[in-house]
């Protein structure tokens, strides 16, 4: 691996936080800003890793008598319907 020299311009507040990693594990400053570095670049090579996704499930017992689960969007208007007579009457 080469080594190559250059001059960074750092914020205040990342210097000083370089500063205190390098002080506090006792390894050099040119150590840790290439461990960051490296790290960050690491990083930014994809995307950040998802935890799973779980979802739990229950049963919710059988449908009613005359309705057809493979038709979701016929009961859904069914329901709403349903509802929508039901608020209306209330009104009354």
Do not use: C, W
């Amino acid at each position: 691996m080469t080594n190559m020299r250059t001059t960074l311009t750092l914020d205040e507040s990342i210097m000083a936080e370089l500063k205190r990693r390098a002080h506090e594990s006792g390894r050099s400053f040119k150590e840790v800003v290439n461990e960051v570095l490296r790290a960050g670049l690491e990083q930014a090579e994809g995307p950040p890793a998802r935890r799973p996704y779980d979802v739990p499930t229950a049963r919710m017992g059988s449908p009613g008598p005359g309705i057809d689960l493979n038709k979701a969007a016929s009961l859904a208007g069914a329901l709403e319907d349903a509802e929508l007579v039901r608020k209306m009457e209330l009104r009354k």
